[in-house]
């Protein structure tokens, strides 16, 4: 449903509730040949009386056989065709790490590099330094000061960071520094466009001030700039679909890429379902729809850890009934893409899907939620961006197309 | 399969035969979580031997989520995109009572509706009056002549009713003269491009007459007209697939769709499926596709009467022999949208859909034709614009594409 016409012409109010529950890389993969997932190796008894109740399917993040991001692949699930709204990797980075990026801002993603001394790179990552390394690094950037525009910059990992400039007149249409390769110097900021030669000149006075405070680190020595780019503008979800919608996650990422969408981003303590469940209750009635995301099934199947999987999933599905107490109307359960701990990174196998909807579901035969189940179900594989379709009617949320 | 290149590249001649087969509104949903739907309770032993012989899948008839209207729901189904192809309201409103719209002719729908002393509408739809007064006042308005053009009107039902306005250069990019508010009165025909100034004018001065014949009436002392439509000028489907195309339909409305694509509309009494096979069996010889169609169950699903809707499959079921016995090469059998009684309206439901074609079947596990078992056919889940490239395919008359 890439192009939102259909949703924006037929939507109507309705007093329904809409809980998407995202748990984040939650598609797996068996350790051996034939064996279980993780999410069929969890014991879920909530999640599986849903799925008996329910409908159960798959979807495919971006494209068939295509490993996405976080950016894209929730991006798709908001009902959006990631490759025909792309958001900069710098405005990624930044909102990954919680920092504000506003209309007319320019981002970009920074690598501490190590240059020798004819000024050529020798390492585009510096030796991949440590964050206690490169934090106190970050905090000295931090303060340099540029005529006419505010420079903001983040620490995100290791030989990594943020920049995100403020002023009046910006445009992003500016070339990456990194070369790409070693035994060249970083290139300096190149305009795109006449209109982004007054936004180059001042990246290169902040790079050159930059310089002078990393030149004596020996290995994080001098940087390099690429991915610039500005809020891109997304049409609005509430817009959209008609919907008052809240961000409920705790991640700075995934709030980021709410708010460019327009979601409201709810502030709570604590990282786990039940916080988040909790956060939920307390704005049930201000809100139709709300987008709950569940981090560490991703991170547990980044770091390989399959029965640390295992256990955040028994972690949501016990504290579950406190969601389903509030009695949505309609209830999706799935991923934004899979990361199996046996691959430790994102792929591209479709995600398992679980709809709810005690008014309007048509029942399938499966009666537990897991990968073989879901790629079964009564749903079909569907593209994850037609997800947002199918809870707007599943809400009876949209009137008749024609007559 | 929006762009018909292939079909019109690679269709060829074959004496094979194929029968589409709809029974309108015919997926549905239990009654109480887990049990069987209209269908899965139908007894309907030839269905389900077929479904044994054959395949089964379930279609999507516009897109994910969206429950269609009966035009765009058939142009589907016969494989246009019917987001690509809108038929106008006025138009489905005039053929679904069996009124021609010729090319070049403006349709419109109108409403009876009640307004104060200052002309100002009370009601949009004159306190829904019933047929029984309605039709009497629809026979008046259809003594007004207009100079240079020929103006029909056809009663719908209740306050419903359709013009069509024939003449040499009407344009029908008209606004609607409904202001969809009470309070204010209603609004003048006006055109939207100068090309249709003329045609305002003419449905300015229709009305003006029309007012005059009904404004002693209690409740519809008034009207408005909307959805003004011409002929959309549909690709037309016998030369698309190379098809001798006819349509066994009993209802104005899908008679009105079959001719708006080009189909021959044959003539026969009674509406019952056994009415339809034989006048299928009459024109065997002279057509190579038929579109039959089956209305009540969707009205009973509309009616909110389950058992109803039961039963009206089981009777078809019960003279299916009847049309089996001509040997199509090709039948599909299946619904242009669902109407569960449950929900007493269209909805975006897939549709069970089921593919016999003894020559050229891949058979699937399924033994019965039901929801469910068409959730988990062979054939999957697919839009119904496909439905019609398949049974071309399974008909033998499609060539190979590339070499």
Same mark, same amino acid.
């Given at each position: 449903m890439a192009d939102f016409r259909l949703m924006r012409e037929l939507h109507k109010p309705m007093a329904s509730k809409i809980v998407l529950l995202i748990m984040d890389g939650l598609g797996g993969l068996p350790l051996d040949a034939g064996g279980a997932t993780e999410l069929e190796s969890a014991r879920t008894p909530n999640l599986d009386r849903l799925a008996a109740e329910g409908a159960l399917g798959q *979807?495919? %993040?971006?494209? %068939?056989? &295509?490993?996405?991001?976080?950016?894209?692949?929730? $991006?798709?699930? #908001?009902?959006?065709?990631?490759?025909?709204?792309?958001?900069?990797? =710098?405005?990624?980075?930044?909102?990954? *790490?919680?920092?504000?990026?506003?209309?007319?801002?320019?981002?970009?993603?920074?690598? #501490?590099?190590?240059?020798?001394?004819q000024g050529k790179i020798s390492d585009r990552r510096a030796g991949r330094i440590p964050t206690e390394e490169a934090a %106190? $690094?970050?905090?000295?950037?931090?303060? *340099?000061? *540029?005529p006419d525009v505010d420079v903001e910059v983040g620490h995100v990992k290791d030989y990594r960071f943020a920049v995100v400039m403020r002023g009046e007149g910006l445009d992003p249409a500016l070339a990456d520094t990194d070369p790409q390769q070693t035994d060249v110097p970083p290139l300096p900021v190149r305009p795109m466009k006449d209109s982004a030669q007054d936004t180059a000149e001042r990246f290169n006075a902040w790079i050159a001030l930059a310089q002078t405070m990393v030149r004596d680190h020996p290995r994080a020595n001098a940087l390099t700039l690429r991915g610039f780019s500005s809020d891109p503008a997304l049409p609005q979800f509430p817009e959209i679909y008609g919907l008052r919608s809240a961000c409920v996650a705790a991640y700075p990422m995934y709030r980021g890429v709410a708010e460019l969408v327009g979601m409201e981003v709810l502030s709570f303590t604590g990282d786990a379902a039940a916080d988040e469940f909790a956060a939920t209750a307390q704005s049930w009635e201000s809100f139709d729809f709300f987008f709950l995301h569940i981090k560490h099934t991703d991170s547990k199947g980044e770091d390989g850890d399959f029965d640390g999987k295992v256990a955040v999933i028994e972690g949501v599905?016990?504290?579950?009934?406190?969601?389903?107490?509030?009695?949505?109307?309609?209830?999706?359960?799935?991923?934004?893409?899979?990361?199996?701990?046996?691959?430790? /990174?994102? /792929?591209?196998?479709?995600?398992? #899907?679980?709809?709810?909807?005690?008014?309007? &579901?048509?029942?399938?035969?499966? /009666?537990?939620?897991?990968?073989?189940?879901?790629?079964?179900?009564?749903? =079909?594989?569907? %593209?994850?961006?037609?997800?947002?379709?199918?809870?707007m009617a599943h809400a009876e949320r949209l009137t008749k197309f024609g007559a």
């Open positions: *979807i495919v %993040p971006v494209r %068939p056989g &295509i490993a996405p991001g976080s950016g894209p692949a929730h $991006l798709a699930l #908001f009902g959006y065709d990631p490759l025909e709204h792309e958001v900069g990797r =710098g405005v990624l980075e930044a909102i990954g *790490i919680g920092m504000a990026v506003r209309k007319g801002d320019v981002a970009a993603r920074g690598n #501490f590099c190590t240059v020798d001394q %106190p $690094l970050v905090g000295r950037l931090a303060s *340099i000061r *540029i599905d016990a504290v579950l009934p406190r969601l389903l107490e509030l009695h949505p109307s309609v209830l999706a359960v799935t991923g934004d893409h899979s990361t199996p701990a046996r691959m430790r /990174t994102h /792929t591209w196998h479709p995600v398992p #899907f679980l709809l709810w909807a005690p008014k309007t &579901i048509r029942p399938d035969r499966e /009666t537990s939620f897991g990968e073989r189940a879901c790629a079964h179900g009564g749903l =079909g594989t569907f %593209p994850a961006s037609d997800a947002m379709p199918l809870l």
